[in-house]
């Protein structure tokens, strides 16, 4: 890591404030027209995936990278008698943590500061922010008890071309790229879903009895296969696509962007062009104003306007086909879809 993208990410941290579009809010997941915060969504695929854990009447639970507490607060109320804990690079958000029913502990910085060990540890969107995952998942293992299983949500790199954008995000994942570095950490059993949080993989593992020596350098995100690495190359070409669709869109029409969140925040930025208004499905978006422009409801959207769907593959393809209900409004695909 370059000391420029050192100090830029420096300058990310310190001015971060989580899901603002909707006032703290949580982001919400969409299957089917239907909205979840994303980690109820996460927290009940987890418990109903692994009921060796879900149906104890007394786990430990630490949420590493815990944020304002979005995780512990839905296993909270599906959970009121497990022990949960957090743990975050810094004191800001201890307050809305520590006010969580059942919280125990929250720990402020490295993993070294943590003195108990757990039955679960999550990691929802940290990994993706660590320079040597590997080293740093040797050391949460070693956090978890016996049979102990850790959870991580991670964008998929493969599926959301728009995490190669965010600058803080030093490292991408694939599924197999995902397992390898968790059987090189001392996990085995590998639960992998790549469709319960929309363009994430989310996985669980199972804590090994012993963590296997790994010759050479410490895992640092290096593209493993040609294959991958082609991937990867058509999703920036994807990304390219992009401005010149949205600019033909924007000549012949009113136009609006669906979405509040990375794919409708950069097409904003990058294309330059005279968007009026966003899209979002997300009630606790709605109403409000983001970069200037009213934020309406899908069924709010002017007579006779077009929206663009940034939304890679088949996710913006079902978008659309579900919104283009209405004769007097036309929801438009991306131009062409990622390799999946």
Known sequence: MTPAL???????????????????????????????????????RVLGANPAIGDQA?????????????????LSSLRPSWMLYGADLSERNRSYVESIPGFQTYWAGSTSAIDETFDVISLSHVLEHVGDPRTFLRELRDLLRPGGIIVIAVPDAKRNPFDLLVVDHVLHFTTSGLARLLSGAGFRDFVLDDRTLGKELLVTARRAEDVPQVVGESFNGTVAS???????????????????????????????????????????????????????????????????????????????????????????????????????????????????
């Not at 050192?6 to 919400?28: P, W």
């Open 6 to 44: 050192r100090e830029d990410i420096a300058q990310v941290y310190a001015t971060y404030d989580l899901y603002f579009q909707g006032d703290g809010s949580e982001q919400k997941i969409f299957v089917d027209g239907v909205g979840l915060p994303r980690s109820s969504r996460l927290v009940q």
């Open 58 to 74: 007394e786990v430990a639970w630490l949420d590493f990278g815990c944020g304002k507490g979005h995780l512990l607060r839905a």
């Open 226 to 340: 040609r294959t991958v690495e082609l991937a990867l190359a058509d999703s920036v070409h994807w990304l390219e696509s992009l401005v010149p669709w949205s600019q033909s869109v924007v000549d012949a029409s009113t136009v609006g962007v669906f979405g509040t969140a990375l794919a409708a925040t950069w097409l904003h930025h990058t294309a330059n062009c005279r968007f009026e208004f966003f899209v979002e499905e997300d009630r606790d978006r709605v109403g409000r104003s983001y970069l200037g422009r009213a934020v309406v409801f899908p069924t709010d959207v002017p007579p006779g306007a077009a929206v663009l769907v940034p939304l890679p593959g088949e996710v913006g393809e079902r978008v659309c086909e579900r919104l283009n209900q209405s004769p007097d409004r036309r929801y438009l695909p991306p131009p062409a879809a990622v390799s999946a």
